[in-house]
């Protein structure tokens, strides 16, 4: 064999010992993560409350008799504690929550009352402003949040109710009461015709 072919040969046996994937040079590994969850879930159902229908004959005395009254202390109306249904809640089982549901009253001794304001013909201005208070919700009785409220419940326009969801709907019960600044002089006055509305804004917190 020439001296050429032997140099040819010895090459050839070089360059195949480095060529890529002749040989492994190694591994790696590498992890990552797959996730899966379930969060609670609760919503909020609201009403359209009708709080009766009067006559011109009858005064606001007789409106606060008939739902609930805060005068000088409170008295549950004619219609007892548990006569409105204000809507449902529905939370997923065992969940915690509280309540809050409010109308647009301002006034400082009802804020988030229920507000009716109207004149008459003779342009006398009127204002009722109801407490919101409520009983239960799906059937489990609510604390009272207003100690002169006995078994009125929690006065949810101010101090929410709380309650524990169970997967399914939860009627909410409760009531009204008539409230009033001291100074309010058209208590026993006759109430103009009409319809009055106010909104109502719920607010659950879970």
Known sequence: MSFYSKLFKAACVLCAAS???MAHAGAVTATGTATF????QCSVTGATVNLGTYSTSQ????????????EAAYTAGNRGQSYLTWG???CSNGVPYTLSIKGTSVQSFSPGGIRFA???????????????YVNSI????????????VGAGAKVNTDAAS?????ADQVILGSVAFNYDA????????????????????????
């Open 163 to 167: 309650g524990v969801g169970n997967g």
């Open 37 to 40: 969850q379930v969060v609670d």
């Open 183 to 206: 100074s309010m002089s058209q208590y026993f006055d006759n109430v103009p015709g009409g319809a009055q509305t106010d909104t109502l804004s719920y607010t659950l917190n879970f």
């Open 138 to 149: 799906g059937g489990t009785t609510v604390a009272d949040s207003n100690v002169l409220a």
């Open 19 to 21: 060529l890529p994937g």
């Open 118 to 132: 109207w004149s008459d013909a003779q342009n006398n201005n009127y204002t009722a402003i109801f407490d919101i």
């Open 88 to 90: 449902s809640v529905n």
């Open 59 to 70: 005064t606001l005395a007789d409106v606060a008799a008939e739902l609930g009254n805060m």
